[in-house]
């Protein structure tokens, strides 16, 4: 009987623990939603009101209706998904010769791509504006695709090799006697065991660049202005749209959720591999 | 054919540490070879390069009479359990066993056909359908099995498939193995450190130590005829004793105890003869060491009892002999038994011998093994 109080006791705390930590977190989001849905009159009330005294989706109905918003969405998308394909192709098959042939070769490569992690990336910016204007990529596609991955690529490497540090060596020489190249055992057995890994890497690298805010400051304008640029505007020479900033906002991150909630399991999987002996 | 050659293979890594000295032997056509010696004696490197998931530094190496130095692993016809037992774990026991036969490029329903054979030989035919993380330790084991069988290749590498199970198991995958190999009659390399595996199931064993080969022979003649102090030590369990003593004439003096040697010993170690003052190493399993009130001999030491260990069938006398201890060079050696330098004597359950007594211990003395003290082989 006694156990099983102190259990329960020891259940309480725990989930108390828990709902701080939730609550730290998600309190500035959910400020966020319930700013979104107030009337623009009620947003810059004082004192301010954490809920809405009406629900009104006016906010939502001025940023979908204004013509700079969807294109940037759509910018922000296409750069995003391209960066996750572009650094996982990659990353991922550097991380695994780097991990599974290790050599010294391969030990400073992966010391590079932790040192580029350490450089700010404010100071790469005016290296990359002057490479993509004489490349003419200034203020396109591809040219923000290649400055997301070169920020996003060291990342997805440090990941994946963590995650392939968990793969034993044994499954891809069972490959290889099985009647595998070295090649098709990676394709065929050690890409699908790292399917998990992959998950947790792309996202990662998705929300680096569906996020960033610095690179598509310097490198684009009109054309591919994405999301981030087009949400800070709001703060207008008329003053801070607080409503249609934070509705756009909501917006943004929903594709990141929704993203986040379909690839849960492999997120799970991927982050606890290696965790336990299978 | 496929017969396996191996002939002055050495193995060097980038920092110089030379694993595999001038390795030669061959396995004939369906035998069954075990590799054996303590951790890191090369072993696993031996079979790793006969795989060729190692490269080998120099030497030939044949499969079937073709040099296959340079050829892939894939294409070496060859199947490899390994001790994790490598199963892919997206993958049901199913697509595990149909793998290699999917990549060999064979029609499905031929795969299906192998597939559920190897299934049938392996008692799998009802896990088919699972993953291996469903699987316990001794059914991945069968999995990893019937991935090799299922090839009907030209030769098995096993290393240390066994390791992971526990005793009791391991005891009934060994049959199943042995038996298996039989049946289908294929080349086997079997890797392991235990020596017990490797008398119970080999044809033939090589025996390695620091990347030398030792002995290449049949169990038997292994534990009968050892050509060296570490074969006869690494090779029965427990270990031969192994000490210092001087042979004059037909009499050996071990310690403070001496004895004669019966003239068989001289007829078949010829060059024993006309020994005087002769340092020899002289080595003594266990069972040819008996309690001389129930088994007298010609040949008696009397020596202090440190320890019994009754067993039910036999007791295990731990005796202090005052001889030199010789250590046979097994590295691992040392965590298996506490007290080292002891010899072990096995006696009949009958014997009244308590520790703490001075036993009076019969010698087979036909049954001791000599070896030359500065090369430390075998005297013949």
């Known amino acids: 009987m006694r156990r099983a109080r102190r259990f329960n006791i020891n259940g309480i705390l725990i989930n108390a623990a828990a709902l701080v930590l939730v609550l730290s977190y998600a309190l500035p989001y959910v400020y966020l939603l319930t700013t979104s849905i107030k009337p623009a009159a009620d947003v810059q009330q004082i004192p301010p009101s954490f809920l809405p005294a009406v629900v009104s989706l006016e906010n939502f109905r001025e940023v979908l209706q204004s013509s700079a918003l969807p294109k940037a969405f759509a910018s922000s998308l296409v750069v995003a998904v391209l960066t996750t394909v572009l650094s996982l192709a990659v990353a991922v098959p550097a991380a695994y010769v780097a991990t599974q042939y290790r050599r010294r070769i391969t ?29 003419g990529l200034l203020d396109t596609i591809p040219g923000l695709v290649l400055a997301h991955t070169s920020a996003a690529v060291p990342l997805a490497l440090l990941l ?10 044994e499954l891809e020489e069972a490959a290889r006697m099985d009647g595998c190249t070295r090649f098709q055992a990676f394709r065929k057995i050690i890409l699908p065991v790292m399917i998990g890994g992959i998950a947790v890497t792309g996202l990662f690298t998705f929300i680096t660049s569906w996020n960033e ?5 310097l490198l684009t304008s009109e054309a591919t202005k994405t999301a981030p640029i087009v949400i800070a505007e709001y703060n207008s020479v008329y003053g801070l749209a607080w409503g249609a900033m934070t509705a756009a906002a909501v917006l943004y991150s929903l594709p990141v959720i929704v993203v986040t909630l379909a690839l849960q399991k492999q997120i799970v999987g991927g982050l606890t591999f290696g965790a336990v002996k299978g | 054919m496929s017969a396996i050659e191996l002939r002055n293979v050495n193995k060097v890594y980038g920092n110089r540490f030379h694993a595999l000295h001038d390795l030669s032997f061959d396995i004939r056509d ?8 303590p951790s890191g004696c090369g072993k696993s490197t031996a079979l790793r390069m006969i795989a060729g998931l190692e490269a080998i530094t120099s030497g030939e190496l044949r499969i079937g009479g073709r040099l296959v130095n340079d050829v892939d692993p894939k294409d070496r016809d060859i199947a490899m359990v390994f001790q994790s037992y ?26 299906a056909n192998r597939v559920d054979e190897a299934a049938r030989t392996l008692e799998l035919t009802t896990l088919l359908d699972h993953r291996p993380a469903l699987l316990s330790g001794g059914q991945r084991q069968r999995v990893a099995m019937g991935r090799a069988i299922v090839r009907k290749p030209a030769a098995f590498l096993m290393d240390e498939p066994l390791s992971n199970l526990d005793a009791k198991l391991r005891v009934q995958m060994r049959a199943e193995i042995a038996s298996l190999q039989r049946k289908l009659n294929v080349t086997t390399i079997y890797v392991t450190h235990d020596q017990v595996e490797a008398m119970t199931m080999g044809d ?18 292994l534990y009968n005829r050892p050509d060296n102090v570490f074969v006869a030590a690494f090779i029965g369990s427990p270990s031969m004793n192994l000490y210092e003593a001087v042979l004059n004439g037909r009499t050996l003096t071990l310690g403070s105890n001496s004895f004669e040697i019966p003239e068989r010993v001289f007829e078949y170690r010829p060059s024993l003869n006309g020994a005087s003052n002769r340092q020899v190493i002289i080595g003594i399993r266990p069972e040819h060491m008996n309690d001389a009130a129930i088994r007298p001999s010609s040949a008696e030491i009397s020596a202090p009892v440190t320890l019994v260990e009754a067993l039910g069938s036999e007791s295990m006398l731990h005796l202090n002999i005052d001889a030199p201890w010789v250590d046979a060079g097994d590295p691992d050696a040392v965590a298996d038994i506490g007290d080292e330098k002891a010899a072990v004597a096995r006696f009949s359950p009958k014997s009244t011998v308590r520790a703490g007594d001075i036993a009076r211990v019969a010698l087979d003395a036909e049954e001791l093994h000599f070896f030359e003290p500065d090369t430390r082989t075998s005297i013949w």
Do not use: C, W
Request: hydrophobic residues 50%; without cysteine; proline residues 7%.
């Open chain 1, 107 to 135: 030990t400073l490569f992966l010391l590079f791509a932790l040192v580029t992690r350490m450089v700010p990336s404010v100071s790469l910016g005016v290296p990359l504006f002057q490479l993509l204007k004489s490349l």
């Open chain 2, 30 to 37: 369906g035998e069954f070879m075990v590799f054996v010696g």
């Open chain 1, 160 to 169: 994946m090799s963590a995650f392939f540090e968990g793969v034993p060596k």
């Open chain 2, 86 to 111: 490598a199963l892919y774990p997206h993958k049901t026991v199913r697509e595990n066993i149909a793998f290699p036969l999917q990549m060999a490029g064979l029609p499905k329903t031929e795969i």
């Open chain 1, 213 to 217: 805010f610095l690179y598509a400051l």
């Open chain 2, 204 to 221: 033939r064993v090589a025996v390695m130590k620091g990347g030398v080969l030792q002995q290449v022979d049949t169990p038997q003649n």
